[in-house]
């Protein structure tokens, strides 16, 4: 189960919507090894695509870089899709590297009437999908 706050749930939809009808992308680290997200990071749509999205090599090299320093670790890796339902494509399966990562995805088309977006959460391991429960928190439980 994705456990995140109603703030970085608020802030992914934001982007998600601001970027439409290109693809949102970004992450959400948190500190190593807690599985914690807490440090809302959108990304730049390198493809500026609304079919794909592909983060900036020289963004993600400074990310990784960012994230060892500071002792994170990407606990979501985020993204939209604006025409089609909220669930990983066979690109997005692909470029799943992060196993250890919930895959968000945001669609900004209204696809099941449910309303404008669909907000689901995945993890991808050598090229399996599985979907998991998403809980919105106010605030986390202390440590």
Known sequence: ML?????????????????????????VAGPAGTGRAERFIPM????????????????????????????????IV??????????????????????????VLVSTADTDDAGPFQFRSYRIVDGVITEEDVKVVEAYEPA
């Open 3 to 27: 456990t995140i706050t109603k703030e970085l749930y608020d802030q992914i939809v934001a982007h998600s919507r601001a970027d439409h009808p290109d693809e949102a992308c970004g992450v």
């Open 78 to 103: 985020y993204h939209s899709h604006t025409a089609t339902e909220a669930y990983p494509s066979r690109t997005d399966i692909t470029y799943a590297n992060e196993p250890g990562a919930h895959y």
């Open 44 to 75: 730049l749509n390198a493809a500026r695509s609304p079919t794909f999205y592909e983060f900036d090599s020289a963004d993600l090299l400074k990310l990784y870089r960012e994230m060892d320093d500071r002792d994170e670790e990407p606990v």
